[in-house]
């Protein structure tokens, strides 16, 4: 697997600039260019064009070593995806158990156009049984059980049977896992969590080495008119420059804490692919170079569980994650299948010590 180099990532504007120009990025905040005359390659409309964007997927191509689209949000990235690749009588086949607006968008919108839908728990995929289906989405690790599934054979055995891969990579981001270059046809991506990191915005992006499937999905962008905000594109693009040290430290100090909440009393199962006794634990190793920032800890019971996310000082109750801060949730409120006291918790950037004492103090007090 070869990793993105976030040092060239960091100077590939500074690399094309003429003598005057603004070393960091401009944020062009138009919907309108001068344009007399025939359009001739220029920028025609704000729907159509933003050079904001486009140097962001400059950056993001750059990360994917792939040509990418950004969309205003992970989901618009997902449904442009999707849409761009289904028709009525395709069908398709998704995880029961990964995150649960992909299964809405599928159940609730994609059904009614006649396509169909089948789910599959994330560890079943493994056993093959992709002949009949034109797309098949995949989510590894998923959120939020972590279960993990062999991204090169399903790849290649969804692709003998002719149809297509499209992965969420947003718990992994391009820095921990390159689903392109295991042979998946189409990444998808919530640049709101890691990407972005600061959750101050919501952003997606697609990804895809297949030309056709790429004339599709901005075909989709420019005529669904889900397109990015600038400022976002801005925001996104400045959080993307310190993305490798944020993730570095997040995983590093995550496996760190997995391996102490692993022996406190106060936890009855834990989930981290870094841990070696985890079920994850062998295709992360084969798979991704960092095992992540996301865990899950199953307390007690529900109020336990609240107790512990409402009360510790270095943990955010909040959805999402991928963030600055650490943050923690649990998962039965939104009706994921998972135990009352499952929380899936979000290692932010804090020094690692004072994580785990607030932490430890945190589960020593329930
Ligand atoms: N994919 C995964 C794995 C997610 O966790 C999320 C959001 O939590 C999304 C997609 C959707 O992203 P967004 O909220 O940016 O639309």
Known sequence: MTNPKTGEMLH??????????????????SSMYHLPGAPDGHPTYGRVDNPTW????????????????????????????????????????????????TRLLADRFLSNLGVSVTKRPTTAFDHGGFEGFDVVFLESPSNPGLDMMDLP????????????????????????????????????A???????????????????????????????RRVSG???????????????ETLDVRFDRMCSSAQVLAERLADHLAVKAIRYPGLRGDPSHALAKAQTTRFGFLLSVTL????????????????RPATSFGGVHSSAERRAR??????PGFVRLSVGCEPVEELW????????AL
Request: include cysteine; glycine fraction near 8%; hydrophobic fraction near 45%.
């Open 300 to 315: 007690d019971s529900e109020e336990k569980a609240e107790s512990f996310i409402n009360t510790c000082p270095l943990l």
């Open 12 to 29: 590939l504007r500074g690399n094309a600039l003429s003598k005057g120009e603004p070393v960091a990025l401009p944020l062009t905040q």
């Open 54 to 101: 486009v140097h962001l997927e400059h950056v993001l191509a750059h990360l994917e070593n792939a040509p990418c689209l950004t969309f205003p949000s992970g989901m618009g990235a997902i449904s442009a995806a999707l849409f761009a690749t289904v028709k009525a009588g395709s069908r398709i086949l998704t995880p029961a158990d990964g995150y649960y607006v």
């Open 190 to 220: 919530s640049d709101t969590k890691a990407m972005g990191g600061h959750s101050d915005l919501l952003m997606g992006h697609v990804a895809s080495r297949d030309e056709k499937i790429m004339e599709r999905v901005e075909e989709w």
């Open 153 to 188: 054979a399903i790849a290649s055995a969804v692709r003998a049977a002719g149809g297509i891969t499209i992965a969420d990579n947003t718990t992994m981001t391009p820095l921990g896992q390159r689903p392109l270059d295991m042979g998946i046809d189409v990444v998808v």
């Open 334 to 339: 939104w009706g994921d299948d998972v135990d």
């Open 357 to 364: 004492q607030a932490f430890e103090a945190s589960l020593d």
């Open 226 to 240: 889900a397109i990015p905000g600038p400022h976002e594109a801005w925001l996104l693009h400045r959080g993307l």
